[in-house]
């Protein structure tokens, strides 16, 4: 089926997500937790888990981040160490790509 | 259940379902995945939502014997800001290319529900751990039910069915690319045109000269994407009112 796509129809089924995206990344890099690592679990899901935690136990959470093709950053749960964060983007909507590569992104902070 | 999905958030004063309500956030929801929504308005979808879902994963912890501060919705989702609903929208931030961060700022850990976790022990913050999935799913589907998501979904897709075979959109598209070939961009359409933008800016080394002549190079061309969508928006307007007149 041919696209048909145009203005602000940017929507369901279409093939292109267009807002912007960016390789896999840590969301804050340093020192003290370890490594998060992800993957994405659909065209609109991704989750991220926390491998390594190097500082004292209780202090280091991460989570997910994906851009879904609505134009809107999503945050999944803090989660610690081995417990997975996952989000999905709303109905109808899809993980954004930038350069061809889907924007889903994660990382760790250190909790309060 | 607590529903209440008017225009606001706010007025949610008994446990009634009002037919209308949901009715009216199908049909926002509708527009938004059609015709795409200004930031403030897909704020405010998005915010219904995330309010109903928050009650929802409360509830749903609660059963489980666990105390969950609802968040608030800036707490889960950031708006880029990007704008393609209009011109105005276009001229301050164009495609969404090079206007906005690989990955905006991230707060610090935000949630006022980590430090009662922490007071758990190992094996009820495990317990804990569990709840919080199976409760964060839950009530995606059980908030998605209630607002009429689903249907919302279903009459998107079936109005681009209908948009792919309307003989006006297809002229009108071809009308949209002949404009936009006429100043140099050679696209079949505006979502082709986005991807080979996204993939020339991959190219680039971010604050360079160059990046920065991009910037207003996709300004421009969602500006006069905008200027050469006339034809095509108003044929895309008729050809979902034709197909999808809502809640009908």
Redesign the interface.
């Known amino acids: ?16 997500p ?5 390789p896999a ?1 840590a ?2 890099p340093g020192t003290g937790c370890g490594t998060a690592t992800g993957s994405r679990l659909s065209t609109a899901s991704a989750q991220s888990t926390l491998q390594q935690e190097f500082s004292p136990a ?1 202090t280091c ?1 991460s989570r997910v ?1 994906i ?1 879904c093709s ?6 999944g ?4 160490l081995n ?2 964060s ?1 989000k ?1 983007c ?4 899809f993980i954004a ?4 590569v889907a924007f889903a ?1 994660w ?1 760790w ?4 | 259940m607590i529903l209440c999905v008017v225009l606001s958030v706010s007025a949610c004063t008994d446990n009634t379902t009002d037919e209308g309500d949901v009715a009216s956030y199908q049909d926002r929801y509708f527009e938004q995945l059609i015709f795409g929504a200004s930031p403030d308005e897909l704020t405010q979808i998005l915010t219904i939502y995330e309010d109903h879902r928050q009650r929802s994963i409360a509830e749903c912890m609660r059963d489980d014997g666990f105390e969950y501060t609802p968040l608030q919705a800036d707490q889960v989702f950031q708006p880029t800001g990007v704008d393609l609903t209009s011109r105005t929208g276009r001229a301050e931030m164009g495609f969404g290319i090079s206007t906005v961060p690989d990955i905006l700022p991230v707060a610090e850990v935000d949630d006022p529900n980590i430090s009662r976790y922490e007071g758990l022990d190992e094996a009820t913050q495990a317990a804990y751990d569990v709840s919080l999935s199976d409760c964060e799913a839950t009530s995606d589907n059980t908030v998605e039910a209630e607002l009429g998501i689903p249907e919302a979904v279903a009459r998107a897709q079936q109005a681009q069915l209908a948009i792919a075979n309307d003989p006006a959109v297809v002229r009108a598209q071809h009308v949209w690319s002949s404009c936009m070939a006429e100043i140099g961009y050679d696209a079949p359409t505006e979502t082709d045109l986005i991807t080979t933008l996204g993939l020339e800016f991959g190219q680039l080394e971010r604050g360079s000269v160059e990046a920065d002549r991009f910037r207003q190079r996709e300004l421009e061309a969602a500006v006069a994407s905008w200027d050469c969508g006339d034809e095509l928006r108003t044929a895309l307007q008729a050809a979902v009112a034709a197909t999808n007149a809502p809640n009908t």
């Open positions: 089926m041919r696209k048909l796509v145009t203005g602000a129809l940017m929507t369901v089924m279409l093939s292109a267009v807002l912007s995206a960016a990344m969301i804050t209780g959470y981040v851009r609505n134009g809107t950053q999503y945050f749960s803090w989660k610690k417990i997975s996952v999905t709303p109905s109808g909507t790509t930038k350069n061809g992104d990382g902070q250190v909790g309060s």
